[in-house]
């Protein structure tokens, strides 16, 4: 007989030890959270033969979980009933099970919910959820003072918000809430681990006298999942710097569209692209007439809002996805118009120097009008493998340069034998 218990336990561990490395390795191959914590919940289940597992989210339960907006506290859950997450009740009773974790900094396990010594209305809503037996596993991140405080005020306001959840626990002369039969520790600011969530076992068919080995089976998979949350909060904060990085790279500092880099980069890729599909590549190029004159009169402070309302004019004028609206260089800005006809360019370069004219941005210094003008320049071709795009780009500046010298304020197109057509404004 004591051989075959030693065997079971023999088994049983190597049952725990393989499940623990399969979650381990699912951790290590993935990066989406909350795919690892369903399937934990999920095995753990099968693997205890209990009846319902879940993972609540103690502190900002509101915000986003790897990327994806959360309905509820539970972000994960097995042999839940239709209805279960959505319960306010039910979330409130497990907000103040976080509180009692922070305090106690231990696991909660009682064997029989209708003889443990809670309050009656707990043990109502225990019953009404048909809960007879609970474990609850914290788990925990690293953390500061701060961010420990902020889960004890978050847990404490969610459960005052039930105060029949709050009755199930006996209150210190502190006002902290405490556990019946658990002790708090002197400090919580001397804790350097603030609370996640809880890793949450509930039998229903009957009492259950939790072994010493399902609490460190569970309390080792909880320590796996805090490495797993870890590790995904820490990728999409790479995520994100790596998205502001991109964007500090293509983008104009001063005037917020793109800058120079970026034209450059799209103009090839259009380039090449509409290179394989025959189809034409519209160039605008801009230039803020007498800036130099109106930077001297209204300061560069000044004149740094001038570049920043007409960069917003023209970025407003370019509506389509695959038009691109960028700072060339000082005053000069670029338009990229993919599968436009020059008529459609001079419609696109026409709405933006209305979009200008509506501005109506003073310039006392201005020897043609009392107001910001553009000179603009535009050219259209159909792009070829044998030829690069700075081809369009010269067309493009020769246009805007026969714009300056013919007396400002117009647009002027390159045509396909090298002419240029002012239209004036």
């Known amino acids: 007989m004591e051989r075959q218990q030693i065997e079971e336990q023999l088994r049983q561990q190597a049952l725990r030890e393989r499940l623990l490395g399969k979650i381990i390795e699912h951790i290590r191959s993935s990066i989406d959270v909350a795919s690892i914590l369903q399937s934990t919940v999920a095995e753990v289940r099968q693997f205890l033969k209990t009846d319902r597992v879940l993972i ?17 506290p539970i972000v994960a859950g097995d042999g839940l009933p239709f209805g279960y997450i959505e319960n306010q009740n039910i979330s409130a009773a497990l907000a103040v099970s976080c509180f009692v974790l922070v305090e106690s900094q231990s696991v909660q396990a009682i064997a029989d919910v209708s003889a443990a010594d809670l309050a009656g209305s707990c043990k109502e809503l225990l019953a009404d959820c048909e809960m007879t037996a609970v474990v609850s596993v914290p788990i925990w991140q690293s953390g500061d003072w701060e961010t420990v405080s902020k889960t004890e005020e978050s847990t404490v306001l969610e459960a005052e918000k039930n105060q029949d959840a709050a009755e199930n626990y006996i209150w210190l002369p502190t006002g902290k809430p405490q556990a019946q039969g658990s002790s708090a520790p002197d400090s919580l600011a001397e804790k350097s681990n603030s609370l996640w969530g809880m890793l949450t076992a509930y039998n229903c068919s ?48 001063l005037t917020g569209i793109a800058n120079r880099r970026q034209f450059d980069r799209v103009l090839r890729l259009e380039w090449r692209r509409l290179a394989r599909e025959e189809l034409p590549l519209s160039l ?14 209204y300061g560069h402070l000044g004149g740094d809002d001038c570049l920043r309302q007409v960069a917003g004019a023209i ?31 001079n419609l696109v370069a026409r709405k ?54 013919e007396g400002k304020n117009r647009i002027c197109h390159a045509s396909s034998n090298s002419e240029s057509s002012p239209i004036f404004m």
Not at 56 to 72: H, V
Not at 284 to 297: A, G, R, S, T
């Open 315 to 345: 970025a407003r004028s370019t509506n389509r996805a695959g038009d691109l609206a960028a700072r060339y260089g000082g005053e000069e800005f670029a338009v990229v118009l993919p599968n436009t006809s020059a008529k459609g360019a």
């Open 56 to 72: 609540y989210r103690c502190q900002d339960w509101a915000s986003q979980l790897d990327g994806e907006e959360q309905k509820g």
């Open 284 to 297: 605008i190029m801009f230039d803020i007439d007498f800036f130099k004159l109106y930077n001297e009169f």
């Open 352 to 405: 933006i120097c209305d979009g200008i004219a509506s501005l109506k941005l003073p310039h006392a210094r201005s020897p043609i009008g009392p107001y910001v003008t553009l000179s603009c320049g535009s050219a259209t071709a159909i792009p070829s493998a044998q030829e690069s795009p700075d081809t369009l780009i010269r067309s493009a500046d020769s246009a805007l340069f026969q714009a300056k010298t």
């Open 206 to 253: 009957g009492v259950r006298e939790w072994q010493q080995w399902e609490i460190d089976f569970l309390q080792h998979l909880a320590n796996q999942m805090a490495i797993a949350i870890e590790q995904s909060q820490l990728y999409r904060q790479l995520a994100i710097a790596n998205q502001k990085l991109q964007q500090l790279a293509t983008t104009d500092g």
